[in-house]
Structure formats: C-alpha cells, structure tokens
Nanobody, 123 residues
Framework: VQLQASGGGLVQAGDPLRLSCAAS????????MGWFRQAPGKEREFVAS????????FYGDFVKGRFTFSRDNAKSTVYLQMNSLKPEDSAVYYCAASESNKARSRTYDYRYWGQGTQVTVSS
C-alpha cells in the first residue's frame, strides 16, 4: 500500500492551497481516509476524516469551515482544499487510510500513512 501526498508549499496568510493524496495497493472505496498534521515539537493533530462510503466527513475543531475534504474513488485520490490559511496551519500534512469504513479521528485507527507534505504559511 502506498499513499502519496502532494501539493504542499510556501504560501502567504489568507492564501488557499490544495493537497492531494493518491492511494495504491488497496481497495480504496473500502477505506476511510484521514488528514493529520504535525508541527515541529507538537503531537500529530487530526485535521479531517472521510468515511469509506462518503456518508460522513468531519473536521478538527480548529478548521472552522476553512478546509474541505473530498475524495474521488475512481481515481483513488483524496483532496484537502485549505482556504484562509494562517501561520499556525504550518505543519507537515499526512494522509492516512483506515480499514474501518467509518470516519475516524485517532491516529491509531489508521493503518497506512503517506510520507507527508510540508505546508508553510508566512505572515
């Protein structure tokens, strides 16, 4: 199983950014997917989760309507559209796949992890 995250970069506060994560080696439609992030010196933090069948999406409290998580089962890819970025959103963003078909917010619910993509937001 491979999860390939991409789309990170350096942006200014208030800018948008879209992350992608392409999955291979698994039956993508049977997995719930998640995004997490980790800033230096901090624990990995839940960003968003999308259930396998698409009936539930939920976000971390800090998102406050700024991010949108979507998935394209035909392409085995998920996306995280991030708007109104803030400097405190700077982190390495990871996508992950859970064998549970329900949306999950805990890191231990996810079996497969991508390599991460760096997002840096300047003020």
């Amino acid at each position: 199983v491979q999860l390939q995250a991409s789309g990170g970069g350096l942006v200014q506060a208030g800018d948008p950014l879209r992350l992608s994560c392409a999955a291979s080696g698994l039956t993508f439609s049977g997995y719930s997917m998640g995004w997490f992030r980790q800033a230096p010196g901090k624990e990995r933090e839940f960003v968003a989760s999308f259930s396998a069948r698409g009936e539930r999406i939920f976000y971390g409290d800090f998102v406050k309507g700024r991010f949108t998580f979507s998935r394209d089962n035909a392409k085995s890819t998920v996306y995280l559209q991030m708007n109104s970025l803030k400097p405190e959103d700077s982190a390495v963003y990871y996508c992950a796949a859970s064998e549970s078909n329900k949306a999950r917010s805990r890191t231990y619910d996810y079996r497969y992890w991508g390599q991460g993509t760096q997002v840096t937001v300047s003020s």
